[in-house]
Nanobody, 124 residues
Framework: QVQLVGSGGGLVQAGGSLRLSCAAS????????MAWFRQAPGKEREFVAM????????SYADSVKGRFTISRDNAENTVYLQLNSVKPEDTAKYYC?????????????????WGQGTQVTVSS
């Protein structure tokens, strides 16, 4: 059973930075595709970024490209999301997700394993 625990959220001013972490346990993390999604109140969960199992291939939503960076440390079973130049519209609950079989999809329904979410609030 794969368990994911997200952390690192908080309140940040517009233009600031924040780093989210997601620690995984169970299974073989180095084989997982890892992704970040976010969900604002009243909105659907949306794709933010994802990383291949080895970390060499990444993909980003257009809205965060150039500002956010996904990375992973397979030795520590952890994936990160660095948020730079944040905007008020980045305010949401951020979720990490895992696919054990190295699949590649931006659809939230593709992912079976989810963290509990960590709140990011950007003040203007």
């Amino acid at each position: 059973q794969v368990q994911l625990v997200g952390s690192g959220g908080g309140l940040v001013q517009a233009g600031g930075s924040l780093r989210l972490s997601c620690a995984a346990s169970g299974g073989t993390f180095a084989t997982y595709t890892m992704a970040w999604f976010r969900q604002a109140p009243g909105k659907e969960r949306e794709f933010v970024a994802m990383s291949s199992s080895g970390g060499r291939t990444t993909s980003y939503a257009d809205s965060v490209k150039g500002r956010f960076t996904i990375s992973r440390d397979n030795a520590e079973n952890t994936v990160y999301l660095q948020l730079n130049s944040v905007k008020p519209e980045d305010t949401a609950k951020y979720y990490c997700a895992a696919d054990r079989f190295g699949g590649w999809s931006r659809a939230p329904t593709f992912y079976l394993y989810w963290g509990q979410g960590t709140q990011v609030t950007v003040s203007s």
